[in-house]
Each structure stands twice: as structure tokens, then as C-alpha cells.
């Protein structure tokens, strides 16, 4: 077991190495002027022109670049935005917690949600309330992000007034009201992929010869499908979910942007708009690296879960 | 994934075509359902400029926000350009960026994966490494990398999408090389004496093409979305042009005044998306004809009915 | 020359028809035991994507107390459907079945959910033929023992432990305590077949049906599951139905056989008699084409042609195509008819064959 979280944290590193480069090549892939964009396109000495070059090291050539950042940031320092005159670490520090709890938010009502659906459809399948929910899910899935958040804020927020329209609370608490609606967005397209998978996992469970003996030896129904073929069919969505999350993060920026949350996505897309090298690389990584880890997560909890990796 | 059609029996639109084939049939109810609506759109998007009363970009202030009328079917925008005609011209940019960077993903990923299949070995490896560290990127988010070093615009993302759906499809690629590899047909080819390219492109490929076209088919729904989403964020097409995403995110600012300017070209996303799903799943069911859900026995026995009374007519 | 046989055996067919009607008692059981499971005409369709399947058609079968009834035919004959039938394990909305199985004297087809439940586990038990996939992998042996046991006697968790530790030895695996921890996945298939049959006895059912349980296994493992189910049978005084395709099981454990084909029972008897007067051409062409040692032949016999189809309705013998003796009786299909002491066949030209045999 330790060997095997052992080796997956060591396949890790090469991925991750290989993903900073690939992140720092593909932001330069165009020459651009970042000092013309910082500078505002305002007409700029050649002395202060060489300043700025010097403190953001643009004079040295790019593998020198690429070790400077990578080996600052591997101490945790991202580096400082071209744009906001501070620190990617600052900037990210003030903005990590709404987009955190936003994808927090989300996925646990993902889940809530979704398995259960995909367990009734599946015991019901084909009746009227697999149709309904399987229509249900076609649309969802078929819904981008910020449809469904634009949808959602025109009822809930601007038509009925129940929930506020934009912006985040400053507290965990507060901000649970101004992120429900958001979160819920965020989360329907998960609802939809997830119930989808679950009720075919469940579907091929419940015609497993294992749910045959469990039926033959006298066992009830309901507890056949609860106690033997839920499990069977709810570990693999696990991992489907974990590569879930990682289309969340990049959904969070959208539905940020819809309910003006401020989080990380706001800063993201100005970076990229702004070609504000620092602040996309730094977010960048951080996100991949947010996804990898939860991916090596879920691979150790399902080890867990399963005996049958788990004492191999 | 749960299929569509395990859920709604695909009855037979016309019995008659299918006569010699008893599985796999291809003009279900649904399929042609969602055929008929993608060809409505597509045919609306061609015809654009002949169909639409007004010009994209033709601005007229005094219609600024006009609600759905008969001068303007759905209402205006802004600047009091015609919702409708938009809505088509926009439809074409969707449609052939779409189209652009399956196009793309195609062109990249099925040599790849017919390569990394069929030698294995250095070349697998590399690209399987390769496909490794893209597929380690959440979706979009390298697509938001690509398009901070090309620039924004709608000629760079479809670029930096079409990047990020290789791997998936060189992967599906690879897998069927590997299985129609060991087959005999592929042995008698080389053993002939054929190139390994032409093995490959005109022996492995056509075998794989079903599965390959399912993908597509399910891609092209999916680059509709991620599309959507760039331009959403402003970082795919440029104003004046506008394809459904850039028009949700001019529509969504006025909400309360007319909110169809936002939900309409929502709706036409998710239309042509849910039908692409739909086409996608029925070629899948025409392919491999294998789970489909059972009639009942009143059903099976009435159509067994009607079969012995035909037969006994003719 | 032609009719000669037509009128013995409408003859026959009249002389047969008197004692099974009178002496019917005799023909259920030489010991005049009452049936443990009676099967009566049961017919069993199935909903498939070209169309309906007549899976049954009309099977009658008698299984007495105690005995080890083995159930013989070809792939597709119907005997795996024929347990699963009994069980009701048939996917209720893809299935429809008509006709009796009276278990102890009651219809289970009449019985309730709970009812059903209730036997299930409890008095018929069933084993299936991949050890496997047929036990749930993310459970421990011991729970999935325990489960069956509670299920059906009411008792406390440490209670069960101790049962499943008795079963466990009963069905000859040591250390129990340990092995009563593992994963299916742990055990060799020959330890998964027997915690299969564990599960089975736990409740000590009145009949296990046994669905080709050594199919899977190698030729060494094979024997010891047979051995164990004979001990168990006898110890435990429960009938074993015994599905396979093998008549050197049948041979070795076996009371009683029933020969199926196209979803009917053509032939019923003791063991020893289908080994020397098979009286139905499907089970005489059956016994024929088992190979024997000491035999010196070019080609072991077979059979012509392949069975039936069953889409559709079929009212002729469905041997009718592969038969040498067809002749015009056989469009309809033949009753069961006594040919001799507990021995049952389903075919007009009995005692042709009587005559071509002296």
C-alpha cells in the first residue's frame, strides 16, 4: 500500500516538471511586449524600459527565465504580476478561498445529487421517472456552465430576488448564500455527466452474477441493490468525479465571471487577456497541480475502498 | 456512459429500408428527430445572408433593445441589430470553428494514434507521454494557456482547442489499431509486402472508422461548448463577429429588458449540442447494434401479428 | 410393412396410457415417497432483441427427497432456465411463465415476494457455475456466508460468525477463522466453488440446484466438489438437482437423470437405465456418442444436424429433423409415456425401438 502511494507520487514529479515547461513555452509560443502592455502602450525611456526588463528578468534568454521561475516557485514564490504591481502569491492568497469553497460548493452537491438519481434510474429503468431523468440529463450535460448560470440568476436572483445576484460575502457563512446559486450552476453539468455513469455502473451490477447469487440466497431486493451493488458501482465513478473536478475548475472561472465573485478566474483570464505572464503561469500551475493532487487523492481512496488493489 | 437509446426503444422510422438487416437500424425516431433539426440549422446558417431581413452588423439606435415583434422576430440588441439575423450568421462562426477544430483534432490524432499503435514500442511511448502531461491540464484551462501565447482570437482557439482534443483521440485510435493490429487481414498485408503506411492508412484505418466517426460526432458537441465558453470570456472571436457564446455574454447585461438577447442563442447551443448527442449515440446504436431496450410482450406479439396478416396478404 | 408399426404403437400408446393413469402413484416414486419438487408443464418465454424465445416448452420434471437428480442436454436445452425458473429469478418484465412447481406441494410461482424470498436461501438454494464473478468481490467470504444466515434465522452478528466457521468446516475449508476474513479474489477457484456451496447449505435447504458447478474447475478440483456435494446430500438428507452436460458426472453421483432438449425433458429414468436402455433416439444418440475406453472406431458417433431454433411455435417433436424414426405421428408432439419401472420418455416409436433392439 505505501509502495503504491509511493509510486504514484513519484510519477507525479515528471508529469508535473513537464507541465511547467510546457505552460512557460506555450505563453511566449508568440513574441509579445509585455513591457508595451504593462506601460499601457504609453511611450516609455529606454532607461526605465531596462528597469522594468531587469526586475522581471525579460533580459535574460528563456531557458534562464524557465529556471528562475521554476526553481522560485518549487520555494512557493510565484513570481510578481506585470500588471497588478504585487505578488502572484498575494494575489492568489486573496483569491483562493471563494473559488475554493465555490468548487467545494459544488461537487459535494454534485454527488448528493447525483448518485442517488443514477441509482433510482437505474432501478427504474426504463420507466417513466428513468425517461424523465435521463431527458433531464441529456439537457444538462448538453448545457454549457454559464448558460445555466445566466439561467439561473434571471429566476432565482433578478425575476423572485431570493438569492443575491453577484458579488461574494466577506465570511465562510455569509458567503454560503451569495455562492449557492453559483455553486449550483457550477455543479448541474456534473449532476448530469455523474448520474449518467452511475446508473449504467449500477445497471451492469444489478445484471452481475454476483447480484444473481445475492438474489438466490434469499436476500431482498432493495437491499441487493444497496449493500452489494452500490458499492461495485459507485467506486469507479469515484475516479470519473476526480477528473470531474478538474472541468470545475475551469467551469468556476466561467460562473465567476457570470456572478462577478472575484476569484482566482477573474485574475486568470485578465492575465491572459493582458499577457501577464507571471499571473497565468503561476495560476496555471497551481490549478494543475490543485488537479493532479486530488487525482492521486481519489486514486488512494479507491485503493482503499477496494480490497482487491488494496491487498495487492 | 448511459446511451441515450438504451433508454428509448429506437423504433424503425421505415420498416421497409431495413428489410435485410434485422439489427442496426439507422433512421430511428430519435435520430432522424435530431438529423432533421441539425439539418435545419445548418441549412438556416448557409442560407444566412439569403433568409435573414437584416444585415449582422447593420446598426439602427431607434430599435436599441426592441422586444420580439414583427419587425424584429426576436428583438434587437443594443445597438438595434436584428436578434434573428444574428442568430444565423452566428451559427456559421460556431459551426465551422466547430468543425475547424474537429478538423484539426482529426488531422493530428489519427496519425498518431495509428503510429503509436502500430509500431509501439519508442514512438508509443513518447506520445503516449506526450498525451500524459496534455491530458493533466482540466480541459479548458490549457486552452486559456494556448490562447495567452497565440492571442486572442477566434483563428487561436480553434488552434488551442483542436490541441487539447488530440490526445483523447489519439488514445481512442491507438487502442483500435492495437486490436485490428493482430488480425490476420494485417498480417496477410504485410506478409504481401505493403508499406507500413499504406497498412496503416487504407488496411487498419477504414476498420476503425465507425468507432472514429461516433467520436467525432460527440467532439463536435463538445467543441461547440468549449467554443462557447471562449468566447464567452471574450478570448475567442472579436467583435463586430459574434458566434452564440460572444452573443450570450453581450445579452446577459440586459437580463430584465429583453432576455432572450441571452437565452435565445443559450437555446441554440443547446439544441445543436443535445442533437449531436443524439446523432452520436444512434451511430454508435447502427454500429454495434447491442444494447437496445426490449418491446414488450403485448408489443413483440401485436408486431408478430401484423407481420404473419402482411404476409398472408402478399 | 409401413403400417405395421403405426398399429403397434397405437396399441402401445393405449396399453401405455391405462397404468399411468392408475397407477400414477407408482410412476412419482418406487417408495412411494411424495416429491420434493414437481415440475408441471412449465413453459418459460423470453423477450430478446430478434424477437420471442420459447425457452420452455412444457417441462415436467420430479425431483424425490434426498436424491441427486441429474439434468442432461445440450447448451441452449433449457436446464439452466429451468433452475433459474424454480429460483424466479427470470427478469419479471422480460420473462413470462406459465404451468406449476410444486415445492413440498406448493406452486411457487404463486408464491408472494416475501414467500419467495423466504425459499430462496432458505429451503432451495442454487449454485451457479463461475465461482468468480458469482460472489460479490468487495465482501469478505465470511460476511457473505453470514448474510444468508441471517437473512433467514434471526440471530445476532457473533451468533453467525460461529455458523459461518461450521460451514466453512463442513464444507472442508481450514483454517475457518482465517479464511472466513478473505476476499473471494484470495481464494483458488476450487475454494471459491466450495465457499459457493457454503453459502448454499447455510441454512440447510431441503434442495440445492447445482448449475454445472464443476464447468469452470479443473478435472482434480471437479471430483472433490462432486465428493463434497454427495457427503453433504447424504449427510444433510437434501436433493441435489445437478445441471451438466457431462455423463461421467451423471455416472459417478447421480440417483436419477433427465434428458432435456429444446426446452422439454425427453426422458427420465435411473442412472443405471439411460446407461443401458435409453429409451428416447435423442438420449440413445446421446449415450452413443460418449466416447468409452476400449472402443475402436475411426469416428465417435454424432449426431446429424443442430437443434431447433426456438423463435416461434413449433406444435411437431422438435427431435423431428435429426430423428431416424420420424415418421408422420411425430408433427405432433409426443406426451410423456411410462416405458418401465420410474422411467419416462416422450416418443411415439417406443416400442419400435423395443422391437429393433431385441
Redesign the interface.
Do not use: H, T
Given at each position: 500500500m505505501i509502495k503504491f502511494i509511493c509510486k504514484r507520487v513519484l510519477q507525479m514529479i515528471p508529469i508535473l516538471f513537464a507541465v511547467s515547461v510546457l505552460i512557460f513555452c506555450m505563453v511566449r509560443i508568440t513574441p509579445s511586449d509585455p513591457i508595451a502592455s504593462m506601460t499601457k502602450g504609453r511611450k516609455t525611456s529606454a532607461e526605465t524600459r531596462q528597469s522594468l526588463e531587469e526586475k522581471y528578468h525579460l533580459d535574460k534568454s528563456l531557458p534562464e527565465q524557465y529556471l528562475i521561475w521554476i526553481t522560485n516557485a518549487m520555494r512557493g514564490d510565484l513570481g510578481d504580476s506585470f500588471e497588478y504591481k504585487q505578488s502572484v502569491n498575494s494575489l492568489i492568497a486573496g483569491r483562493l478561498p471563494t473559488t475554493a469553497q465555490l468548487v467545494l460548493m459544488s461537487a459535494v452537491l454534485a454527488l448528493v445529487i447525483a448518485i442517488p438519481t443514477g441509482v433510482i434510474s437505474a432501478v427504474r429503468m426504463n420507466r417513466l421517472t428513468d425517461r424523465i431523468l435521463s431527458v433531464l440529463t441529456l439537457i444538462f450535460v448538453a448545457s454549457p456552465v454559464f448558460l445555466t448560470a445566466i439561467a439561473l440568476m434571471l429566476v432565482f436572483a433578478l425575476r423572485l430576488k431570493m438569492f443575491p445576484s453577484f458579488g461574494s460575502g466577506k465570511t465562510f457563512a455569509e458567503n454560503l448564500r451569495y455562492l449557492f446559486l453559483p455553486s449550483v450552476a457550477l455543479s448541474l453539468n456534473m449532476v448530469a455527466l455523474i448520474s449518467r455513469i452511475t446508473r449504467s455502473n449500477m445497471i451492469e451490477q444489478l445484471n452481475s452474477n454476483y447480484a444473481a447469487t445475492a438474489l438466490a440466497k434469499g436476500i431482498p431486493y432493495y437491499k441487493v441493490v444497496m449493500k452489494h451493488c452500490f458499492k461495485n458501482a459507485v467506486i469507479p465513478v469515484i475516479t470519473v468525479a476526480s477528473i470531474q473536478i478538474g472541468t470545475m475548475l475551469v467551469g468556476a472561472v466561467l460562473v465567476e465571471n457570470v456572478f462577478a465573485l472575484g476569484g482566482l478566474g477573474d485574475i486568470l483570464i485578465g492575465g491572459v487577456k493582458s499577457s501577464d505572464y507571471p499571473v497565468v503561469q503561476g495560476i496555471t500551475l497551481m490549478l494543475v497541480t490543485v488537479f493532479l493532487l486530488i487525482n492521486l487523492l481519489v486514486d488512494i481512496v479507491y485503493a482503499l475502498i477496494d480490497p482487491r488493489i488494496r491487498l495487492k | 456512459?448511459?446511451?441515450?437509446s438504451?433508454?428509448?426503444w429506437h423504433k424503425p422510422l421505415f420498416p421497409g429500408i431495413h428489410k435485410k438487416k434485422?439489427?442496426g437500424r439507422f433512421f430511428t425516431v430519435p435520430m432522424v428527430l435530431s438529423m432533421l433539426f441539425l439539418g435545419l440549422i445548418i441549412l438556416c446558417c448557409i442560407l444566412a445572408p439569403a433568409i435573414s431581413p437584416y444585415s449582422p452588423t447593420e446598426q439602427n439606435l431607434q430599435d436599441s433593445l426592441a422586444l420580439p415583434s414583427m419587425k424584429h422576430l426576436l428583438g434587437a440588441d443594443k445597438v438595434g441589430r436584428d436578434l434573428l439575423t444574428r442568430l444565423f450568421y452566428g451559427g456559421r462562426t460556431t459551426l465551422l470553428s466547430a468543425i475547424g477544430v474537429v478538423a484539426f483534432s482529426v488531422a493530428a490524432g489519427v496519425p498518431l494514434g495509428l503510429v503509436s499503435g502500430y509500431y509501439g514500442g519508442l514512438a508509443d511511448a513518447v506520445i503516449g507521454?506526450v498525451c500524459?502531461?496534455?491530458l493533466?491540464?482540466?480541459?479548458?484551462?490549457?486552452a486559456?494557456?494556448?490562447?495567452?501565447?497565440?492571442?486572442?482570437g477566434m483563428f487561436s482557439a480553434v488552434v488551442a482547442l483542436g490541441i487539447v482534443y488530440v490526445p483523447m483521440l489519439a488514445r481512442l485510435v491507438r487502442s483500435l489499431t492495437l486490436v485490428e493490429k493482430n488480425k490476420t487481414y494485417v498480417e496477410a498485408a504485410g506478409s504481401i509486402g505493403y508499406s507500413d503506411a499504406r497498412i496503416m492508412f487504407i488496411h487498419i484505418l477504414p476498420n476503425c472508422v465507425s468507432t472514429i466517426t461516433v467520436q467525432i460526432t460527440l467532439d463536435l458537441?463538445y467543441a461547440i461548448?468549449d467554443l462557447?465558453?471562449l468566447s464567452?470570456?471574450?478570448?475567442g472571436v472579436q467583435p463586430p463577429t459574434a458566434d452564440w457564446?460572444a452573443m450570450?455574454d453581450e445579452g446577459?447585461n440586459f437580463?430584465?429588458q429583453n432576455?432572450l438577447l441571452?437565452?435565445a442563442p443559450?437555446i441554440a447551443?443547446?439544441v445543436t449540442?443535445?442533437a449531436l448527442?443524439?446523432c452520436s449515440d444512434g451511430l454508435h446504436q447502427y454500429f454495434e447494434?447491442v444494447q437496445?431496450?426490449?418491446?414488450?410482450?403485448k408489443q413483440?406479439?401485436k408486431q408478430?401479428e401484423r407481420r404473419k396478416r402482411k404476409e398472408g396478404v402478399a | 410393412m409401413a403400417q405395421e408399426p403405426k398399429l403397434t404403437e397405437q396399441e402401445g400408446h393405449m396399453a401405455d396410457e391405462k397404468p399411468e393413469s392408475e397407477t400414477g402413484c407408482k410412476d412419482t416414486g418406487g417408495d412411494g415417497a411424495e416429491n420434493l419438487l414437481e415440475i408441471k408443464d412449465l413453459k418459460l418465454d423470453l423477450m430478446s432483441v430478434r424477437g420471442i424465445i420459447h425457452a420452455l416448452n412444457g417441462v415436467n420434471l420430479k425431483i424425490r427427497p434426498g436424491e441427486i437428480h441429474g439434468l442432461v442436454g445440450e447448451s441452449g436445452s433449457g436446464k439452466s432456465m429451468t433452475s433459474k425458473s424454480v429460483m424466479r429469478l427470470h427478469n419479471e418484465q422480460r420473462s413470462r411463465m406459465s404451468g406449476k412447481i410444486l415445492f413440498h406441494g406448493r406452486d411457487l410461482l404463486k408464491a408472494s415476494r416475501k414467500q419467495m424470498q423466504a425459499i430462496r436461501g432458505g429451503k432451495i438454494s442454487m449454485i451457479f457455475q463461475d465461482p468468480m464473478t458469482s460472489l460479490n468481490p468487495l465482501l469478505t467470504v465470511g460476511e457473505q456466508i453470514g448474510e444468508t444466515y441471517r437473512q433467514h434465522e434471526k440471530c445476532s452478528k457473533a451468533e453467525a460468525k460461529k455458523k459461518t466457521c461450521e460451514i466453512l468446516e463442513k464444507v472442508g475449508i481450514y483454517p475457518p477463522e482465517k479464511r472466513a476474513l478473505q476476499y473471494p479474489f484470495e481464494l483458488s477457484g476450487g475454494l471459491q466453488q466450495r465457499v459457493m456451496i457454503a453459502i448454499a447449505i447455510a441454512c440447510g435447504p431441503d434442495l440445492l440446484i447445482a448449475d454445472e458447478p464443476t464447468t469452470a474447475l479443473d478435472v482434480t478440483i471437479q471430483a472433490q466438489i462432486l465428493e463434497l456435494l454427495k457427503k453433504l446430500s447424504e449427510d444433510m438428507g437434501m436433493s441435489v438437482l445437478l445441471i451438466t452436460h457431462n455423463f461421467g458426472i451423471v455416472a459417478e453421483i447421480c440417483d436419477r437423470v433427465s434428458v432435456m432438449y429444446a426446452g422439454k425433458v425427453v426422458e427420465t429414468c435411473d442412472t443405471k437405465t439411460i446407461f443401458r436402455d435409453a429409451a428416447h433416439p435423442y438420449s440413445r444418440a446421446l449415450i452413443a456418442s460418449i466416447p468409452k475406453t476400449g472402443m475402436n472406431v475411426e469416428y465417435l458417433p454424432t449426431i446429424p444436424g443442430s437443434p431447433p431454433e426456438l423463435y416461434g411455435e413449433n406444435k411437431a417433436c422438435a427431435y423431428l429433423p435429426r430423428c431416424s424414426y420420424r415418421d408422420n405421428r411425430c408433427l405432433q408432439a409426443p406426451e410423456m409415456k411410462s416405458c418401465g419401472v420410474g422411467h419416462l420418455a416422450a416418443c411415439h416409436h417406443l416400442q419400435a425401438q423395443e422391437a429393433e433392439k431385441d
Open positions: - | 456512459m448511459a446511451k441515450f438504451e433508454i428509448f434485422q439489427e507521454r500524459d502531461v496534455v493533466a491540464f482540466p480541459s479548458l484551462l490549457l486559456f494557456v494556448l490562447v495567452a501565447g497565440f492571442g486572442r458537441a461548448l462557447a465558453s464567452f470570456l471574450g478570448l457564446g450570450l446577459r437580463l430584465l432576455p441571452a437565452l443559450g447551443i443547446i449540442v443535445v448527442n443524439i447494434p437496445r431496450k426490449l418491446p414488450s410482450f413483440a406479439e408478430a | -
